[in-house]
Structure formats: C-alpha cells, structure tokens
C-alpha cells in the first residue's frame, strides 16, 4: 500500500498504516535485513539473557556510575565483545580518553580474556605501558615491525596484540571535542560505518552530558534533554544501539546506592532511555546485616560490581547482577551471576 501524504503550509505529512509496516518487515526477512532488529550480545553473562539477547538496534542504552566504578572499562568490553565476537562495526567515541589510552586498555583487556594461566602472570596495565615504551624503542630499528613483533619478548602481550588485530578493521577508537562531536558528529560516523561495514553497527559516547549542543548557553537540565533525546532519535533513525555512558548528580555521589534518579539531567535520561544499567560497587551496596560477621567476604565484596537492570522496555527490570572486577588488567569477568546478597534499597528505608 503506497504512502498517503497531505498538504499543510509548507510541509508534508506522511502517514504509514500498518500494512506497510507488515510489507517492509516481510522484505526485509526476504533480503537477509532481519539483522536489523536483531539483538547483538554484549557478552556478559547474564546480562544478555535479562536484555533478551543484548543490545537492540534502535535503543539508547545507558550506562551510569560514579567515578572509578568502571564505567569506561565496563563499556568498551561490551564494544569489544560486539567487534570481535558480534560481527559488528562499533564506534567508541570517548570525550574522556584518547586512542592511544583505549589501546592501551584494549590489550590488557585481551591478554586477560585468553587467560589459560594465574591473572598475576598477566601482563597489567601497568606492564603493558613499559612493554609499549620498549616497543617503541625496538621501532626505531626495526621500522616495519608490527606492534605484535614487538612485543615478542611477552608472548601473553604478543598475542594479545594479535587478538586486538584480528577485530581492529571492525573498532573505531575516536577522541571526541566538546567542541564539535555533536550529535550531527556522530551520524556522519554512522554514515561512514554503513558505507563500509554494512547496517549491522553499533555507537558508543562516553560520555552523554559532554556531547556539545547548540546554543552552548543551555543549562545543564536542558543540554542533558535535547542530547538524549537527539541520541534516541539518532538510534530510530538509524537502526543501531547507541550506549552512553552517563554521570552522577552531587546527590548521587553523596548517595550510598546510586539510582536512575541520581543521574545528572535524571528527568529525560528516565524517559528517553530504553536500558539503565547503573554500576555500584557491591562492598558500597550490599546490607551490612549480610557480611557484619565475615569480615574477610566484607572485603572481597569490593572486588565486584552490582549491575542494577533499573529500566528495559524489552523485558524484565530491576534485576541485580554481579561482575568481578579486575581493573588493573582493565577487565570484568564477564561471567557474572545474580546478587544473592540482601542489598540496601534507599527508596525504602525513606518510607
């Protein structure tokens, strides 16, 4: 059925019926485009069975913490896993770090994930600095040299870089400016994606509320409302995920759980969003009535992040999982499970 349109002032309305929307979905099953709506895994475990299979082409995911809870490390593994393991193009534009600290971290995080031996024979982050500051050295002699060439001395840090290269065509690492990576900004890095890879893609930002708008005197409330909901658009629009990192309000650093509401611009990040998952680290969260007399799990509690599912319009919300962290080699374990733990609710002890 063809498109009805009407004439107003100096516009066209169109109006689609739902038999359209039945024919288009037929094609697109016909033409191999069911990808389109497909969700792409993030690799962790359960995560992806509580967003029923990852993340949706067309939703704004976000992901919220304070600082150093592993917003950053949490994000770009799921990048990671969606370039390597998904088949997927992804563009991780961070307004926070540039490419060479993602790098970095990118090849601690896979010389952690191919661990077959103990994590403190593990290259860290730190090694892998020193390693790199060889590396460079042996360049000057050997100026065709890959980086995993040298970094032959470290088998673990030479496959390592083999790893991060054998996915390095598929991730894009992109220092952004609060200047200019607007949202305009990131649909011409889709368009570029598609052009190359194809529609099955994915966009991170990290992090929301640095992403520049216009005018530049909008108030906080304001900026964070027109961006997220530019971001949302961006998504429909498009047909891929965006994931973006977003930050605490005074009130949530202050908070001993923070919530969905304790994001700055918490208003349209509520609305907007299709997934909130916000970080806390477990030690912060769980009820002291459970570890008051194991002071040894107390401290190991500190090792883990809860992963709070607080908003999913594709299925269940208000889920609590758990990730070990190891961030001195940048990683998760990603095999996580559910909080088994009693954890404190603010909302309730207020009542």
């Known amino acids: 059925m063809s498109v009805q349109t009407q004439q ?20 697109r099953i016909r033409s191999g485009e069911i990808g389109l709506v497909e969700p792409i895994p993030t690799g962790f475990h359960p995560l992806d069975r509580i967003l029923d299979g990852g993340l949706r082409p067309g939703d704004l995911t976000l992901v919220g913490g304070v600082q150093a809870v592993g917003k950053t490390t949490f994000t ?10 998904a088949d997927t193009a992804v563009a991780y534009v961070c307004f ?3 490419e060479v600290f993602l790098l970095q971290r990118l090849l601690a995080l896979e010389a952690f994930l191919a661990r077959g031996r103990p994590v403190g024979e593990i290259p860290t982050l730190a090694d892998l600095r020193q390693l790199l500051l060889s590396a460079a050295q042996a360049a000057e002699a050997a100026p065709g040299a890959g980086l995993a060439d040298l970094l032959r001395d470290n088998q673990i840090a030479a496959r390592a870089a083999e790893r991060v290269q054998s996915f390095s065509d598929r991730l894009y690492l992109i220092k952004a400016s609060a200047a200019e990576s607007d949202v305009s900004f990131l649909r011409q890095v889709m368009a570029l994606l598609k052009e190359r890879h194809g529609s099955r893609l994915a966009v991170f930002v990290d992090y929301l509320q640095k992403v520049p708008v216009s005018p530049s005197s909008l108030d ?3 900026r964070v409302t027109r961006v997220t909901s530019q971001l949302k658009d961006l998504a429909l629009q498009e047909r891929v995920p965006v994931v973006a990192v977003v930050i605490a309000d005074r009130a949530g650093l202050e908070a001993q759980r923070l919530r969905l509401h304790h994001l700055r611009g918490s208003s349209p990040l509520s609305y907007e969003s299709d ?3 916000i970080l806390n680290n477990k030690y912060r969260v769980v009820a002291k009535k459970s570890i008051t007399f194991n002071y040894h799990h107390a401290q190991d509690l500190k090792d883990w992040v809860v992963c709070t599912v607080e908003k999913n319009r594709s299925g269940r919300d208000q889920v609590d999982v758990q990730f070990r962290t190891y961030f001195s080699h940048g990683a998760f374990d990603p095999r996580g499970d559910f909080v088994s733990e009693a954890l404190i609710d603010e909302r309730l002890e207020q009542e």
């Open 8 to 27: 107003r002032a100096s516009y066209t309305v169109e109006v689609q019926p739902a038999t359209a929307a039945l024919e288009s979905l037929d094609r």
């Open 76 to 85: 770009l593994q799921i990048a990671r896993n969606l370039a390597a393991l």
């Open 220 to 222: 906080e409330e304001e």
């Open 275 to 277: 997934v909130a998952l």
């Open 96 to 98: 926070e770090h540039d």
